[in-house]
């Protein structure tokens, strides 16, 4: 099986299932810094998520999350080309769609390696059970490098309660950092997303500009995730939450 993977979420997977001989191309972002596999991906050719580009190459499968755009799925499948979506994530833990240990036995079977994906669920799910029964009382704040946070429902949130924490914002969704209150309340711990790209740095309107956030940034108890970590919906979240386990264990 030849494979193509067109944007860096799909790739890694490919690069921890598939065989070295079997992937065609990688996407241009395989190697950036927010690129959990991107270690596996030196030396792998690359392509853009362009359908001439890809066709050229006779893939038997394309694996793809968001590279190419909406209808070129469509396009793959009426060329005769198989395609395999990465699909959406919303849970940390759990045994069916939306969860990472589904998603990570899907991308497997899909790609030919159920075994590796056995492997790999079953040691997700060992580091996450050692730290299922660690509790705590201290309360996280997710601070990304624009000036946001974020409540119940994203997978940042999932990540801070499967950490044994509380998250501090009590909003749904993403929100602005919440200044008037961090004025008058502060979290025990903050987790800052780090993406060290200048795409990422604050902009001259961001939240994270106000003295009152660079002050969340200075304090001693500030876990610093990996953008790598937490880009993309996979095994590798395991990284953040166990970052974030450690200090609220102590």
């Not at 190459?57 to 590279?67: A, E, M, Q």
């Not at 190419?68 to 799925?73: E, F």
Request: charged share 20%; hydrophobic share 40%; net charge negative.
């Amino acid at each position: 099986m030849r494979i193509v993977s067109l944007d860096y979420c799909s790739d890694q997977y490919v690069l921890k299932f598939a065989d070295p001989d079997q992937i065609l191309a990688v996407s241009p972002d395989a190697e950036a810094s927010f690129s959990f596999m991107r270690d596996a991906a030196a030396g792998v050719p690359t392509v853009r998520p362009v359908a001439e580009d890809v066709l050229i190459l006779k893939p038997d499968l394309v694996v793809r999350s968001y590279g190419g755009g909406p209808n070129i799925s469509a396009f793959f499948e009426r060329a005769g080309i198989p395609v395999l979506q990465v699909g959406w994530v919303s849970s940390i833990d759990g045994e069916g769609p939306g969860s990472i240990p589904f998603l990570i036995q899907e991308m497997a079977d899909g790609l030919g390696q159920a075994k590796r994906g056995e492997v790999l669920v079953a040691e997700y799910g060992d580091r996450l059970g050692r730290l299922q029964a660690r509790k705590s009382e201290q309360s996280a704040l997710y601070l990304t490098p624009s000036g946001y946070t974020t409540g119940e429902g994203s997978l940042a949130h999932e990540m801070m309660l499967a950490a044994g924490l509380t998250n501090f914002q009590d909003q749904p969704g993403w929100q602005p950092l919440p200044l008037e209150r961090l004025a008058y309340e502060e979290p025990d711990l903050v987790a800052a997303a780090r993406f060290y790209e200048p795409a990422s740095y604050p902009n001259v309107w961001s939240a994270l500009r106000h003295p009152i956030a660079r002050a969340q940034l200075a304090q001693p108890d500030t876990v610093s995730i990996q953008g790598a970590w937490v880009s993309c919906g996979g095994w590798y979240m395991m990284n953040a939450v166990e970052a974030l386990a450690e200090p609220a264990g102590e």
